[in-house]
Structure formats: structure tokens, C-alpha cells
């Protein structure tokens, strides 16, 4: 078991550590009571290498976590090889399908020294580098038929489940979208409006277009191929059910 002192000198590394890495950084810490939480970390860490092979070694007893405003996550952990400092790698989303994760590269996790003014330059050039294209990468993965929209070009797709998603390129766009029901996936950044009341729905997408318009930002709807956009008169026809899938297994 860790002791007092050894999970305050974690938990004090990874608020240093958060407030030197670029962007807004937060960080908790995670003590060996709380197991299920640390299982879940465990099997989220997003590494097939140095970090993997301390964990099959050594089960979390305790862990730091630090998070960004993005849903972006690094997990602190106690360092096994007789040298002072501490393992960071890097935490795969959980929102995203295992789809998504297929043909990215693992950003491995790194070896951190017992200074954090230091490892945060360490972190930010190589770990944080890594970890930004693969991020970048599994989210449009998951956006699974979602054009990405432009500044100037918002496009929304209908979905199987009668909803609407969007992936806006532009803050003034997302504040228009957010302020007629859009809602944000924080993980995979697509924003959803419901088709729950497609009256509702086709009332917000009325609306949505002159306002964007008027920001100099057009609009496109784009419907999968094999599917008919439902309409208000509709309203009584249930959505298609989207068709059974089976997950693939991400490895990592």
C-alpha cells in the first residue's frame, strides 16, 4: 500500500505538472480505495508499450489524472524501476466506438523525471504531440459519415435515429447551434439535435439558417445514402431503428 506521503507527493507532482503544460489543465487524484475507478483507468490507458508493461507488473494502487477542457486525458503513475519520477501516458476516450480506433498508432506513454517544470516541456513536445493527432484522428474516425464543416459552410447530417449531427469548424456557428437544442458530445466533438420532436427539430433547423446566414455562414444537409430525411408532417412515424453491430475489440 502507498503511503500518506507517497500519494501526496503524486498528487502535488500533477498539479505543477497541469498548470505547466500548454492549454487549461486540471488535476485529481485517484487513492487506492478507489478500485473501481482505477480499474477503469487501467483499461483506458492508451499504450502498448512502457506503460503497458509496468501494468501488467504492478496494478494500479493509485494514479493521477489530468484533464483538459476537451475531454483530452493524461493519467500520472507511480514509476516501478528504482528511479525517482513517475509514468504519464496518455487515456483513450470512452465515448468513441472501437471503429474509431482502428489504424491509430498508440501515442505510447513516456518516462518522467522527478521535476515537473521539466517534464511538462518533455510532455508537451513529445507525449502531448503524439496524443494530439491521435486524437484528432479517432474523432474523425467516429464521425462515421459526418462531413466536417467549414468556417464558412455549417453541414448537418441526418442519422439513422431521425436525429441531426454536425461537426462545426466555427465558434459562432456552435453558439447558434447550442442556443436551438444542438447538444455536444465532448469526446467526439460532434453536436446532436434530437428527432425526438421532429416538429421541434424542424423548427430549430428553420431557424438556424438565418441566423448563420446572417453570420456570413451557409448551410448544407446532407442524408445518408438509403435513408429519407423525416419532416414534420412525420411526426407520428417512428425513426429507424439503427441496425445491430457487433464491437470490434481495440487493442492497445
Same mark, same amino acid.
Given at each position: 500500500? /502507498? *503511503?500518506?506521503?507517497?500519494? $501526496?507527493?503524486?498528487?502535488?507532482?500533477?498539479?505543477?505538472?497541469?498548470? @505547466?503544460?500548454? +492549454? =487549461?489543465?486540471?488535476?485529481?487524484?485517484?487513492?487506492? %480505495?478507489?478500485? %473501481? *475507478?482505477?480499474? $477503469?483507468? &487501467? +483499461?483506458?490507458?492508451?499504450?502498448?508499450?512502457?506503460? &503497458?508493461?509496468?501494468?501488467? $507488473?504492478?496494478?494500479?494502487?493509485?494514479?493521477?489524472?489530468?484533464?483538459?477542457?476537451?475531454? &483530452?486525458?493524461?493519467?500520472?503513475?507511480?514509476? /516501478?524501476?528504482?528511479?525517482?519520477?513517475?509514468?504519464?501516458?496518455?487515456?483513450?476516450?470512452?465515448?468513441?466506438?472501437? @471503429?474509431?480506433?482502428?489504424?491509430?498508432? @498508440?501515442?505510447?506513454?513516456? &518516462?518522467?523525471? *522527478?521535476?515537473?517544470?521539466?517534464?511538462?516541456?518533455?510532455?508537451?513536445?513529445?507525449?502531448?504531440?503524439?496524443? +494530439?493527432?491521435?486524437?484528432?484522428?479517432?474523432? /474523425?474516425?467516429?464521425?462515421?459519415?459526418?462531413?466536417?464543416?467549414?468556417?464558412?459552410?455549417?453541414?448537418?447530417?441526418?442519422?439513422?435515429?431521425?436525429?441531426?449531427? #454536425?461537426?462545426?469548424? %466555427? +465558434?459562432?456557428?456552435?453558439?447558434?447551434?447550442?442556443?436551438?437544442?444542438?447538444?455536444? *458530445? !465532448?469526446?467526439?466533438?460532434?453536436?446532436?439535435l434530437s428527432g425526438d420532436d421532429t416538429?421541434?427539430?424542424?423548427?430549430?433547423?428553420?431557424?438556424?439558417?438565418?441566423?448563420?446566414?446572417?453570420?456570413?455562414?451557409? #448551410?448544407?444537409?446532407? /442524408?445518408?445514402?438509403?435513408?429519407?430525411?423525416?419532416?414534420?408532417?412525420?411526426? =407520428?412515424?417512428? !425513426?429507424?431503428?439503427?441496425?445491430?453491430?457487433?464491437?470490434?475489440?481495440?487493442?492497445?
Amino acid at each position: 500500500m /502507498h *503511503d500518506h506521503h507517497t500519494s $501526496e507527493r503524486l498528487a502535488s507532482y500533477a498539479d505543477v505538472l497541469a498548470g @505547466e503544460l500548454p +492549454d =487549461s489543465w486540471t488535476s485529481s487524484h485517484l487513492p487506492a %480505495d478507489a478500485k %473501481d *475507478d482505477l480499474a $477503469e483507468l &487501467a +483499461d483506458r490507458i492508451w499504450d502498448l508499450d512502457l506503460v &503497458a508493461a509496468s501494468l501488467a $507488473e504492478h496494478p494500479l494502487q493509485q494514479a493521477a489524472i489530468l484533464s483538459r477542457q476537451d475531454g &483530452a486525458q493524461l493519467a500520472l503513475l507511480d514509476r /516501478h524501476d528504482g528511479r525517482d519520477g513517475f509514468l504519464i501516458a496518455a487515456v483513450a476516450p470512452h465515448a468513441l466506438p472501437d @471503429e474509431a480506433f482502428r489504424g491509430v498508432p @498508440e501515442p505510447n506513454g513516456i &518516462a518522467l523525471a *522527478d521535476d515537473p517544470f521539466l517534464s511538462a516541456e518533455q510532455v508537451t513536445g513529445d507525449l502531448l504531440a503524439r496524443y +494530439d493527432a491521435a486524437l484528432a484522428q479517432v474523432r /474523425h474516425n467516429a464521425l462515421d459519415g459526418i462531413q466536417p464543416s467549414q468556417p464558412d459552410r455549417v453541414v448537418l447530417t441526418w442519422q439513422p435515429d431521425g436525429s441531426i449531427a #454536425t461537426a462545426p469548424a %466555427d +465558434d459562432r456557428a456552435t453558439a447558434v447551434l447550442m442556443a436551438h437544442g444542438f447538444a455536444q *458530445d !465532448p469526446q467526439s466533438g460532434i453536436y446532436r439535435l434530437s428527432g425526438d420532436d421532429t416538429r421541434a427539430q424542424a423548427r430549430a433547423l428553420r431557424e438556424i439558417g438565418p441566423r448563420l446566414d446572417a453570420l456570413g455562414i451557409g #448551410t448544407a444537409l446532407q /442524408h445518408p445514402a438509403g435513408r429519407t430525411a423525416p419532416t414534420a408532417a412525420a411526426a =407520428s412515424v417512428p !425513426p429507424v431503428p439503427a441496425g445491430p453491430r457487433t464491437p470490434a475489440i481495440r487493442s492497445r
